[in-house]
């Protein structure tokens, strides 16, 4: 069960895709025409994780994770997006998503962006006490999806303690400040992380995004750090 995944879209060409590289990766993949048929069979079978277009026809990905969320459906969405949709990250973080990923995309984004998701629950069920920056980094993304900001910024401290060098953690933090509509808190910690290193892509992209917003959160382009070293 552990290395199954759901894919729900409604393009013939993207579930090939993904199911092409997700098996070539070793997974247990099955695929799903559009929400309603997603719904189905993650009624019947158990999941780790659903890869969710935003748009489809009929039951969209806002309504998918609305219906498992209310159905206490466990699984981890990630969503597919190629649009700039009205819908928000905030609103999908709320209902359970838990990263995104953009078309177009290449295979070797596909295959980390899952194993990156698994390592991270991984870490959050496992009983061995949390030792290093990398998994202390995984735990505050999870408390950030399920907006838990409170253990997220717990998280965020413990792992500056063991690097306080690394810009990870100042980028998460503006976009928990985000999400809080702490504009200006936001961009002094996408400032930090830039301070700390430069050319670091995640902050770049978050502080031209929230500049121009002034506070919303779009999911096509929030940047969680996960498409540059951890990619």
């Not at 309603?36 to 309504?63: H, T």
């Amino acid at each position: 069960m552990k290395n199954k995944i759901l894919i729900v879209d409604d393009e013939k060409n993207i579930r090939l895709t993904l199911k092409t590289a997700l098996s070539k990766a070793g997974y247990e993949v099955e695929t799903a025409v559009n929400g309603e048929d997603g719904l189905s069979k993650l009624q019947e079978e158990e999941y780790p994780i659903v890869l969710l277009d935003m748009k489809m026809p009929g039951m969209d990905g806002i309504q998918f994770l609305k219906k498992i969320t209310d159905d206490e459906i466990e699984t981890k969405v990630i969503m597919i997006t190629g649009y700039g949709s009205v819908e928000t990250a905030v609103e999908t973080l709320k209902l359970g998503a838990v990263d995104y990923l953009r078309k177009p995309f290449k295979p070797e984004e596909i295959i980390k962006i899952v194993e990156d998701v698994f390592d991270r629950y991984e870490v959050e069920n496992s009983e061995k006490e949390v030792e290093t920056f990398d998994e202390y980094i995984m735990l505050a993304k999870n408390a950030i999806n399920k907006r838990n900001f409170s253990k997220a910024k717990e998280m965020l401290q413990k792992a500056t303690s063991l690097d306080s060098e690394k810009p990870e953690p100042f980028n998460l933090l503006g976009i928990i400040y985000e999400m809080q509509h702490k504009q200006a808190e936001a961009m002094k910690m996408y400032r930090a992380a830039l301070a700390l290193e430069p050319g670091y892509k995640p902050a770049n992209d978050n502080i031209e995004r929230a500049g121009e917003s002034m506070g919303s959160i779009d999911l096509d382009n929030v940047n969680f750090g996960d498409d540059e070293e951890e990619k």
